[in-house]
């Protein structure tokens, strides 16, 4: 079992930045992607970046694109999410996810992704 553990939200104003981290609690596990998505109050899980782990080749969702920058830290364990220019629009509840298959491409759907963290929230003030 995998746990994904993430920290770094809160309450930013608009054009502000903030990094969210987040730590897988074991090394031995397939590992195609990992993952960012939010979902905002009323709406549904949305895709915002990914990070393909065999090749650091990385994929943002066009409303982030540009402004959030996804990266690994391999000896720590750890996938970041560098979010800078950030806007009202935003705000949500930030999930670090893991699709644990590797014979696959990197997939943007959430229904791909096999583990998730508990969730942080970010609120960006206008």
């Given amino acids: 079992q995998v746990q994904l553990v993430e920290s770094g939200g809160g309450l930013v104003q608009a054009g502000g930045s903030l990094r969210l981290s987040c730590a897988a609690s074991t090394r031995t596990f397939g590992r195609n992607a990992m993952a960012w998505f939010r979902q905002a109050p009323g709406k549904e899980r949305e895709f915002a970046a990914a990070i393909k782990w065999s090749s650091g080749t990385t994929y943002y969702g066009d409303p982030v694109k540009g402004r959030f920058t996804i990266s690994r830290d391999n000896a720590k364990n750890t996938v970041y999410l560098q979010m800078d220019s950030l806007k ?39």
């Fill in 88 to 126: 009202s629009e935003d705000t949500a509840v930030y999930y670090c996810a893991v699709d644990s298959r590797i014979d696959r491409p990197v997939m943007v759907r959430a229904d791909y992704y096999t583990y998730w963290g508990q969730g942080t929230q970010v609120t960006v003030s206008s």
